[in-house]
């Protein structure tokens, strides 16, 4: 099983609102990122963790705060967000360097729009 | 730095004709590449990677990539296009950052056509 899933699917919130997205992974991955999409570009690395500590942020504003509870889930709260952050909000995973394999497994996305 | 660059940024064919999507990298060292492909408002799914070995290799849904060191290149390609493969496809450099994670490094990526 290669999956990972995200929720909510769509998420539409005003520039006050507090929200969180979720990911879940149960591939045994060490790694986890967010990745922030707009439309007709590549994804942008937000944040990894690996061992479920935060090992890279990628100069994200404050109001992007990510969490990672356990090895399965990571979720990214939000918090006085600008219309500009709307975007596809991308969750993947990677499995540990011990076993060689390097590639990362995507979810389906949570579609942001901030009124 | 490394770097990915896919030099077209929209390509229409024929259902049926074949396909290339072009791929060049800039890495110091034997690099990590893949290849994605993203249907609209969806995630990316993985076509198929190269980390060492066979230079040419086989992916999902009939693609197939070729490594070429010399030219710095990983194209993909597919024999017959369906109108399923309408989609955006990135390419990708992938290194170790720190522990367990790996950092990608997309290329703008490539808006496939496909005409009945």
């Known amino acids: 099983d290669t999956e990972v899933t995200q929720t909510p699917k769509h998420l539409v919130m005003g520039m006050t609102n507090k929200k969180s997205l979720k990911c879940e992974q149960h591939?045994?991955?060490?790694?986890m990122y967010w990745y922030k999409q707009k439309a007709k570009k590549p994804p942008e690395l937000m944040f990894v963790?690996?061992?479920?500590?935060?090992?890279i942020n990628e100069s994200v504003p404050s109001r992007f705060s990510p969490e990672c509870p356990n090895s399965s889930l990571l979720n990214l709260h939000l918090h006085a967000l600008q219309p500009e952050d709307s975007a596809l909000y991308l969750c993947?995973?990677?499995?540990?360097?011990?076993?060689?394999?390097?590639?990362?497994?995507f979810g389906p996305g949570t579609r942001l729009t901030v009124t | 730095a490394q770097s990915v660059t896919q030099p077209d940024i929209h390509i229409t064919v024929s259902e049926g004709a074949s396909l290339e999507l072009r791929c060049n990298y800039s890495?110091?060292?034997?690099?990590?590449l893949f290849w994605y492909v993203q249907s609209p408002g969806q995630g990316l799914q993985l076509l198929l990677k190269?980390?060492?070995?066979?230079?040419l290799v086989q992916g999902i849904k009939g693609f197939e990539a070729e490594f070429k060191r010399s030219q710095s290149s990983f194209n993909l390609r597919k024999p017959s296009v369906h109108w399923s493969d309408a989609a955006e496809y990135f390419c990708?450099?992938?290194?170790?950052?720190?522990?367990?994670?790996?950092?990608?490094?997309f290329g703008s990526g490539t808006q496939l056509t496909v005409l009945p």
């Open positions: 963790y690996s061992y479920e500590k935060l090992s």
């Open positions: 591939m045994g991955h060490r790694a």
């Open positions: 190269y980390f060492s070995g066979d230079t």
């Open positions: 890495y110091g060292a034997t690099p990590y």
């Open positions: 990708a450099v992938g290194r170790i950052s720190s522990g367990s994670a790996r950092q990608l490094t």
């Open positions: 993947a995973s990677s499995q540990d360097v011990g076993t060689g394999a390097y590639e990362q497994y």
